[in-house]
């Protein structure tokens, strides 16, 4: 795999990294106004790796969804030559398994080393890995190595300027692209200078040391991307310059003063308030932004208008159809709704017919859906069916289960003595779909599926017995424990009843 286009980190206008606020909208809303580059929030490398890279074909993004259905990352064709994957991680071959992860649908690849905060540190993330440069070392450079894409990090100044540019010398040796330095001292540094100094951390209202950061620009040859402007000098889009100049800085990264208004990458100039959190709302809209995190960006932009009629509404708003009436907004909701609802709809029937022209003839279908209600505690139609072709000595079945992109549920065929059995109806989890293939199976063949209405239930006396000569040798200071093989038979087929959401 080839970088098609090397992203360029000199002379350029960034979105800087901000938890809640880089969001898919905000990105795409700063990219609108001018930003050349734009850092996603940072994301934890274990819930990364939980996620599942799923193609969203009403949205047209790539999504990464964990197992409990909730988008971590969205992205989508618009940013992906501009936009930064920023995560927090404190272990080399977890962050170049999520590098690889998300590799092909963004830019660039960023460590975080400057976040302060406790949820961070703990974790031995964020600022706290400015403590151990040999771990830096060691991130940064497997993932030169083991990606095709621009690699960069983002840290805090230490304690003083020599041990700063002493750490930037050794992270340029690594290879990165590119290096975003933020103009505050951060809390985790060490130790002993905490105890004896008592140090917290600088906050915004700590000015920036621009002396810092221009030390570091002419010590390394890399981009030094300059951050932490917004308070003491950018106020609008020509003091961009002017703190680069200050900094002596490849480019300039932005954060609270893109927060408050995404017009500061504007050249023209600021756009009107109201103007821009329509835009930022259209966004919203056409990639389904969750509303919680849509009211706290528009918070952010209201600022000191949270105390009006309108910012009062907003707070009061529960969801994204209340958000639009706040700002005016209700009737370009409702056209939008409904477009995506066609566009979901047209693309379901297509999928159907697409599954009904590959259908194979052969399989056995019926509409059934397995509800774990209707069975006793840890009986499952499963095992009523494994229990049947060992009765039978039929091979034990074999399930193939695809899952659908559009929606993302799933349908299993269940083989059983050469014959295929599937449910016509699609579930929420795989496991679902083979319950229900094997509830069609069973229902054809005339076998009992094991539901409470059936009376008594043979697997569950037969449970009952197992454990009851299990109480009684205990009793007598027997083990008669299972052979391993069994206990795993058992385990794997009564693990249904505990079926996560996809």
């Known amino acids: ?62 999504d990464f969804v964990a197992p409990n259905e909730r988008i971590v990352f969205r992205t989508c064709e618009r940013e992906r030559e501009h936009v930064i994957f920023q995560m927090g991680s404190a272990d080399a071959e977890r962050a170049l398994a999520v590098a690889k992860l998300v590799e092909s649908d963004v830019a660039g690849i960023d460590i975080n080393m400057g976040c302060p905060k406790e949820y961070s540190t703990k974790a031995s993330m964020g600022a706290a890995l400015l403590s151990d440069p040999d771990k830096i070392e060691s991130i940064l450079t497997t993932l030169v190595k083991g990606i095709c894409k621009p690699v960069t990090c983002k840290i805090r100044i230490l304690p003083s300027v020599e041990d700063t540019v002493n750490l930037v010398k050794r992270i340029e040796k690594t290879g990165i692209a590119a290096i975003a330095v933020h103009g505050r001292k951060s809390l985790v540094l060490s130790l002993f200078v905490c105890l004896l100094e008592r140090k917290k951390e600088e906050k915004q209202q700590h000015p920036v040391h621009c002396d810092v950061i221009k030390a570091i620009s002419e010590a390394v040859s890399i981009p030094v991307i300059a951050n932490g402007g917004s308070h003491d000098f950018i106020k609008e889009y020509a003091d961009i310059e002017t703190f680069q100049k200050a900094t002596a800085a490849s480019s300039v990264m932005i954060a609270r003063a893109a927060m408050w208004n995404p017009s500061i990458f504007r050249k023209e100039g600021f756009c009107p308030l109201k103007d821009v959190m329509q835009d930022y709302i259209k966004y919203v809209l056409r990639y389904d932004n969750h509303y919680t ?43 939008t709704t409904a477009i995506f609802e066609a566009k979901k709809t047209s693309l379901e029937t297509k999928m159907q017919d697409e599954d009904d022209q590959m259908e194979d003839p052969d399989v056995i279908k019926m509409a059934v859906r397995f509800d774990k209600r209707e069975y006793p505690p840890q009986i499952t139609p499963k095992m009523y069916l494994l229990e049947w072709c060992r009765k039978e000595k039929h091979p034990q079945p074999v399930y193939e289960t695809v899952q659908r992109p559009l929606d993302r549920l ?42 409470l209405c059936e009376g008594e239930n043979h697997l569950m006396n037969k449970r009952k017995r197992g454990d009851q000569e299990r109480l009684i040798s205990r009793d007598h200071g027997e083990d008669l424990a299972e052979p391993s093989h069994k206990k795993a038979n058992f385990i794997e087929e009564t693990s249904d009843m505990d079926v996560p959401k996809m």
Request: charged share 25%; with cysteine; net charge neutral.
């Open 1 to 62: 795999m080839t970088v098609n286009t090397p992203l360029c980190f000199r002379g350029k206008k960034i979105l800087a990294p901000m938890v809640r606020v880089g969001t898919l909208p905000m990105r795409l809303l700063a990219l609108d106004y001018g930003a050349d580059i734009v850092y996603c929030e940072e994301l934890i490398d274990i819930k990364m790796l939980q996620c599942k890279r799923v193609i969203n074909d009403v949205l047209e993004t790539v």
């Open 293 to 335: 995190n849509t009211k706290y960006c528009l918070c952010q932009m209201l600022r000191e208008q949270l105390e009006t009629s309108q910012g009062k509404k907003l707070h009061a708003a529960q969801t994204t159809q209340e958000i639009c009436e706040v700002f005016e907004m209700g009737d370009f909701y409702e056209e």
């Open 410 to 451: 799933f349908c299993s065929v269940v083989t059983v003595a050469e014959r295929k059995y599937r449910s016509t109806l699609w579930d929420k989890s795989k496991k679902l779909a083979e319950q229900a293939a094997a509830i069609v199976c069973l229902r054809t063949l005339g076998v009992p599926e094991g539901k």
